[in-house]
T-cell receptor, first 114, second 115 residues
Framework: GAVVSQHPSWVICKSGTSVKIECRSL??????MFWYRQFPKQSLMLMAT?????????EQGVEKDKFLINHASLTLSTLTVTSAHPEDSSFYIC??????????FGPGTRLTVL | AQKVTQAQTEISVVEKEDVTLDCVYE???????LFWYKQPPSGELVFLIR??????QNEISGRYSWNFQKSTSSFNFTITASQVVDSAVYFC????????????FGKGTRLSVIA
């Protein structure tokens, strides 16, 4: 099946710093990418949907100025958590869709903000 | 709006028992996809099945089987002869038919299989 990678797989940062997470579709062109957040013992919650070359669409309650999403190419989307705080500590998972090829999930990035 | 309900928060079974995980969904779409994923402690989602709304045939894959009933909006998942390695959180999910619609997840069911 298709492969989606995320980098880094885990990151620890200090409060107030920014962290960038990359999501790449390795063997197909992803016209749409999705970013999810998963807190411990909870489900995956959609944060935003991004289409290549367009601005991301954010879910209600997700601050677009805090979670910057860039989908500059058909194989790469980035999520930048700006001025991270401990409450942003979570498991971030991206999903890439290449149309009828289906949806493929990355392995996730565990963010810990101290 | 789409919604997925997994009423069972946690299930504990003894090895070799059969276990069924329930999933009920709501959607106004006439065409859609249903999914099941396994999430082991590592966190990485493991894809188990995707079923489109046109196909109500039950499916069996080894010890896994799925029962899709459109009349009751349910897509239940059964593990036969459970094993300790089946211990994980299982998520049911729903999406529109287009690839630019996201998956909506249920809250998940944590399955513990005890040796």
């Amino acid at each position: 099946g298709a492969v989606v990678s995320q980098h880094p797989s885990w990151v620890i940062c200090k409060s107030g710093t920014s962290v960038k997470i990359e999501c790449r579709s390795l063997d197909f062109q992803a016209t749409t990418m999705f970013w999810y957040r998963q807190f411990p013992k909870q489900s995956l919650m959609l944060m935003a949907t991004s289409n290549e070359g367009s601005k991301a669409t954010y879910e209600q309650g997700v601050e677009k100025d805090k979670f910057l999403i860039n989908h500059a190419s058909l194989t790469l989307s980035t999520l930048t958590v700006t001025s991270a705080h401990p409450e942003d500590s979570s498991f971030y998972i991206c999903s890439a869709s290449g149309g009828r090829q289906g949806w493929y999930f990355g392995p996730g990035t565990r963010l810990t903000v101290l | 709006a789409q919604k997925v309900t997994q009423a069972q928060t946690e299930i504990s079974v003894v090895e070799k028992e059969d276990v069924t995980l329930d999933c009920v969904y709501e959607t106004r779409d006439t065409t859609y996809y249903l999914f099941w994923y396994k999430q082991p402690p590592s966190g990485e989602l493991v894809f188990l099945i995707r079923r489109n709304s046109f196909d109500e045939q039950n499916e069996i894959s080894g010890r896994y089987s799925w029962n899709f009933q459109k009349s009751t909006s349910s897509f239940n998942f059964t593990i036969t002869a459970s094993q300790v390695v089946d211990s994980a959180v299982y998520f049911c999910a729903l999406s529109g038919y287009s690839g630019n619609t996201p998956l909506v997840f249920g809250k998940g069911t944590r399955l513990s299989v005890i040796a």
